[in-house]
């Protein structure tokens, strides 16, 4: 897909998602970062229903190191892969208190570092939380990179470099929830809708037959 056509498709999404921010509930880059360890093989709708409790509980990193993964995961077992995730999220809080003076870094490398950080929650953070022009790859923004051409690679990370070199810097910001709010809604996993897509005159999906 060339440059211009992916400026217009960025265009016509923007227009079509007036807020393309995240669906994680949270008031600050901490609590941003343990929605995000949550919902890793989990819905947003999952991760709301346990957040606000989990936060009133234990509202800083201090709070929820003292508490424990043995304390933490009583307020996520509803969440796949809870005990992993409960202790990532102690180590984590611990990490934080220990290192960064209870605050989350504004770094790749320091939050790669922390337990249960990935590249892609790093850049969830760093976008998100921070407003760093990165890209965060799931599994929303893989498949629709490829099935549209703005992005083919076989790879999340190929995916992620070659959306930063052909994204124009205006749309890098909010382009991750640009492509995972359509990707959620509209061009979903089984069955995109084609027939109501705002991007369709510029998408390279084969099978738009049913149009
Ligand atoms: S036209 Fe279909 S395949 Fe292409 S982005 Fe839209 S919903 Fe997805």
């Known amino acids: 897909m060339n440059s211009k056509t992916i400026d217009i498709l960025f265009k016509k999404l923007n227009d079509s998602i007036p807020k393309p921010v995240t669906e994680l509930l949270h008031g600050n880059p901490f609590e941003l970062l343990i929605s995000v360890i949550l919902s890793a093989q989990a819905t947003d709708v999952s991760v709301n229903k346990v957040t606000p409790e989990l936060f009133s509980a234990f509202p800083t990193p201090e709070k929820m190191q003292k508490a424990g993964a043995e304390e933490i995961i009583t307020y996520i077992k509803s969440i796949g892969l809870a005990p992993t995730k409960s202790k990532n999220i102690a180590a984590a809080c611990g990490e934080l208190v220990k290192k960064h003076q209870g605050k989350v870094p504004q770094n790749r490398e320091d939050l790669e570092a922390l337990p249960g950080v990935g590249r892609k929650t790093a850049n969830v953070i760093l976008n998100t939380a921070f ?22 690679g076989k790879t999340v990370l190929e995916v992620e470099n070659r959306l930063m070199s052909v994204i124009p810097s205006k749309w890098k910001k909010d382009a991750h929830h640009l492509l995972i709010l359509h990707g959620r809604y509209v061009c979903k996993s089984r069955k995109p809708e084609c027939a109501n897509c705002v991007i369709a005159d510029e998408c390279e999906f084969p099978d738009k037959s049913f149009l």
């Open 131 to 152: 407003g760093k022009p990165v890209i965060a790859v799931d599994t929303h923004v893989f498949r629709i990179s490829n099935r549209t051409g703005i992005a083919h």
